[in-house]
């Protein structure tokens, strides 16, 4: 029996004792005793996140024994781009970095919600391990997107923008240094919507809202607009000699037209 070993430890469970020794105990009251009694997993909550945004961790610690545990601690290691924000499920120690979870009954299983907040871009790895068991140690990996840069149209360079009797418009826009932009329009087509020098067709007499977008990952879309306007062109008629000429002095004849917009 491990009791008399545990007992010259001060140790009250099995589980209290690391890994190798556990391991030199076979039976515990006609239990098998194993380095897997307690068992781990940690998974992302969403993958990926947008950098500012908190990337939260579910831990689970499974008691695969028949008698409860003592006290069960977890250290966490943070990747360095990442600052804690809460714990849930277990008291997390800031100074330790350890997460005291306390008994877990026999066969059952705790659950954990750790949180943290993105300080940079890329790929964010956290690990737990059992603070009596090295072996135990899991790992799970957040992706970090990078903000999107801003949108910016150049032209039109004001809006609304209005041409007279010409529907085809031209768009410009900056090319992103971080994501992608796509072209999205109201009431028209556009040329090329990925491309951020394109043109928009706007049928006579119609009005469109042309907007270029900026993605990137999980983060929110950066977007900005341009209302473009197909006026329709005047056009006169008239009746009579509209075209005369005539000296000094000389009356001219009546003739009438007629503006229509």
Known sequence: SWFFIAEAKGLTNPNQMSCPEKSRFLINDGVAETCDNITL????????????DNASYTIKVKNNSAV??????????????QEYV???????????????????????????????KTKSAGSNAMSIVLTNDATSTKTATVTVDAKPSDAV????????????????????ATEPAVGTGEWTITDGSVATAT????????????TATATWTVSNGACT????SVTLKNAIAPTITGSGNNNQTVCAGEAIDDFTFEYVR
């Not at 997993?41 to 500012?52: F, K, N, R």
């Not at 149209?153 to 410009?172: A, D, E, R, W």
């Not at 491309?195 to 119609?206: E, L």
Request: aromatic residues 4%; charged residues 5%.
């Open 221 to 224: 879309s950066n977007t900005k």
């Open 195 to 206: 491309s951020a020098s394109t043109t928009a067709t706007v049928a006579a007499g119609s």
């Open 86 to 116: 809460s714990c849930s499920g277990g008291t997390y120690n800031s100074s330790t970095s350890i997460i005291a979870v306390g008994s877990i009954a026999a066969s059952a299983e705790k659950t954990i919600t750790f949180t943290a």
């Open 41 to 52: 997993s940690i998974t992302p909550v969403a993958t990926p996140v947008c950098l500012g």
């Open 153 to 172: 149209i150049t032209t039109p360079s004001s809006t609304p923008y209005t041409q007279c009797g010409n529907g085809l418009f031209s768009l410009v």
């Open 68 to 81: 409860a545990t003592d006290a069960v601690n977890i250290k966490v290691t943070m990747p360095a781009n």
